[in-house]
């Protein structure tokens, strides 16, 4: 009689707490399959880190295990599949903390395992049965309401007492994190230029709105309503982020530019200068969080002549959408989201637009995206099916990045199926299309680029219609009328968009630190795939996105919605433990490559 996948998976679960909490490394190795991954976000390594194959595992265990001390290994809830192929959710626990994983066996032995880290011990959030009590319920004279109280903390803060970290940029990244830090007691300021929190959603071109659905996008701890649009407006997004950061009581600087940071290394303490609504403060933070998006400065190409253009040009960044551009003639320099998204506005108020593709482009329809790419883990059938947010970003985390190609090139070759037609007219309509170079599709070129795609939400027709017109080459130069093509083509133009993307996120760190600390922490995103725009050596994880840098007390945190919510929880709990002086070992700190 074939045995239940609960009873499969705990005998599993009791053999590697044994073997475990004997120090049995062999015993512990038996268990898993010849072919195995086990991915760590912090509860073994102190970093976000992908053990492939036995050898890498047995090293870290060698260099860990007497530290870590994990035990505890239960079932969270029941396990699901079959003797064959058993899938369960975990509690474990460490010396240092409590964690959560995932676990996948094929024939009773481990293939992938997802350890995680959700909470220090001792050092919980104050939450649920243990929240504060908000008042005291004695009356004394001169107390002060909890408005008075958060005024002077707000006043004292930057100013008479220093953060434990400064957070630069106020974007969703920066706003999550700062939330999580508050929710552990670590006294955080938020950087933000912008006058208004949700102010680099709402200075974006006027018909912006989310690609990517509700399901995938909420912030952490705050859902949306469930009556929130499955794509929101960005100025919608810009009012909740507003909301959210009053919400949570965030020391949020708005207003207010950084200028310069250097590392005090006698003080151990970064020194930090900002500019305040006019006024220079220099802040004394421990840690400094760089949260200045998915990427770095506007990549604007210099071409021949583009001085000499007499009509209006600007980066696709600096697009304000809408006006009026009857009769006037269009270029737009790229064929990625923006791109579409920027040509589709154009089109709308009057314009003669023309896209020119340098390179092919991957595009997914958003309703097939959203069925066979997201569906089963952030939709309301996801959600029907228990699914909830939280398991979501874990099931997404599971499966390593060698191994999600795989999982992912079947969706695509689906969605080529599937959308058949629509792909057929588009290559008719002379638009070169990719699946990226081994078909994985869309959240691939993602990860090793952060480039290289658009999710239709209707700019295609314009192309297939020929409302919106294409051009295929690279530009040999501009005139002051004209874009020209290296074949010769004349693109007569009013305007000109540079939807060319943007640089890596180190090109920040140039600047506001200096370019040796730019090049020591290396380039950030893409995971050494060896694919175009993502050179090797593979890394196996996004290159110094939340996790220790090469740089001492240095961080970037970034990523769409989806990500700045799931990974912000790792890397607060990363800064809560430092700031506690709990130690922190980091395991394989990654290497430093590709500088800027």
């Known amino acids: 009689m074939a045995e239940s996948p609960n009873a499969v998976a705990q005998a599993w679960l009791s053999d590697l707490d044994a073997a475990l909490q004997a120090g049995n490394i062999d015993g512990a190795l038996e268990l898993f399959d010849e072919e195995c991954y086990w991915r760590d976000f912090v509860a073994f390594t102190w970093n976000l880190k992908t053990l492939e194959g036995k050898d890498d595992i047995r090293r870290m265990l060698e260099s860990r295990l007497a530290d870590v001390r994990p035990s505890g290994w239960k079932l969270a809830e029941d396990a699901s599949g079959d003797e064959a192929a058993t899938e369960a959710w975990v509690h474990f626990e460490t010396d240092a903390a409590r964690g ?36 005291a319920h004695r009356i004394t004279k001169g107390r002060k309401s909890w408005l008075e109280l958060k005024e002077e903390q707000e006043a004292r803060l930057g100013y008479e007492e220093q953060p434990y970290c400064v957070i630069i940029g106020g974007g969703q990244g920066g706003i999550g994190l700062a939330a999580r830090l508050r929710r552990l007691g670590v006294p955080t300021i938020v950087v933000e230029k912008n006058q208004r929190a949700g102010d680099s959603w709402r200075n974006r ?78 802040l004394r933070p421990k840690q400094l969080v760089f949260a200045l998006g998915v990427s770095g400065y506007p990549s604007v190409p210099a071409f021949d002549g583009a001085d000499s253009f007499l009509g209006q040009q600007h980066h696709s960044s600096q697009h304000p959408g809408g006006g009026d551009w009857t009769g006037k003639k269009a270029v737009v320099i790229g064929s990625n989201n923006s791109a579409h998204d920027i040509c589709a506005d154009l089109w709308e108020h009057g314009a003669d637009v023309t896209m020119v593709q340098r390179s092919s482009t991957h595009i997914s329809r958003s309703e097939s995206l959203m069925d066979l790419a997201l569906g089963d883990l ?110 010769g083509t ?31 922490v290396g380039k950030c995103w893409g995971y050494g795939s060896d694919t175009p725009k993502d050179p090797g050596p593979w890394e196996g994880e996004l290159r110094n996105m939340w996790k220790p840098t090469n740089v001492e007390n240095l961080w970037i945190h970034g990523g769409n919605l989806h990500q700045s919510r799931h990974y912000s929880n790792y890397l607060a709990l990363q800064l809560k433990a430092r700031m506690e002086g709990l130690p922190t070992p980091v395991y394989e700190l990654q290497e430093s490559h590709h500088a800027r």
Not at 506 to 515: E, F, R, T
């Open 205 to 282: 071109y006027k018909s912006l709105h989310l690609h990517d659905p509700v399901w995938y996008d909420h912030l952490p701890y705050l859902k949306f309503p469930d009556d929130w649009p499955v794509f929101a407006a960005k100025d919608k997004i810009g009012d909740w982020l507003e909301y959210y950061t009053r919400i949570m009581e965030l020391n949020y600087w708005s207003g207010t530019e950084c200028t310069k940071a250097r590392f005090d290394e006698a003080a151990g303490e970064w020194v930090v200068d900002v500019v305040r609504e006019g006024e220079p403060v220099t």
């Open 378 to 487: 952030y939709s309301e059938r996801a959600l029907a099916n228990g699914i909830t947010t939280e398991k979501a970003d874990m099931l997404f985390a599971s499966l390593p990045y060698r191994i999600l190609p795989e999982a992912q090139i079947p969706v695509y070759r689906q969605m080529a199926e599937r959308d058949a037609e629509f792909y057929a007219q588009l290559a008719d309509a002379g638009f070169q299309l990719d699946f990226g170079v081994d078909g994985s599709g869309l959240f691939l070129k993602y990860l090793r680029r952060g480039s290289g795609y658009y999710i239709d939400v209707g700019a295609s027709q314009l192309v297939i219609d020929g409302r919106v017109k294409l051009a295929a080459g690279q530009v040999d130069k501009i005139t002051g009328n004209a874009v020209v093509l290296q074949d």
């Open 100 to 135: 959560w994983a995932h676990l996948r066996l094929r024939n009773g032995k481990c293939w992938t395992l997802l350890t995680t880290m959700q909470e220090l011990k001792g050092f919980e959030e104050k939450k649920g049965p243990n929240r504060e009590q908000g008042v």
């Open 490 to 520: 004349e693109l007569e133009a009013d305007l000109i968009v540079y939807a060319t993307g943007y640089g890596s996120m180190n090109g920040w760190l140039a600047d506001l630190v200096s370019p040796e600390v730019a090049d020591r």
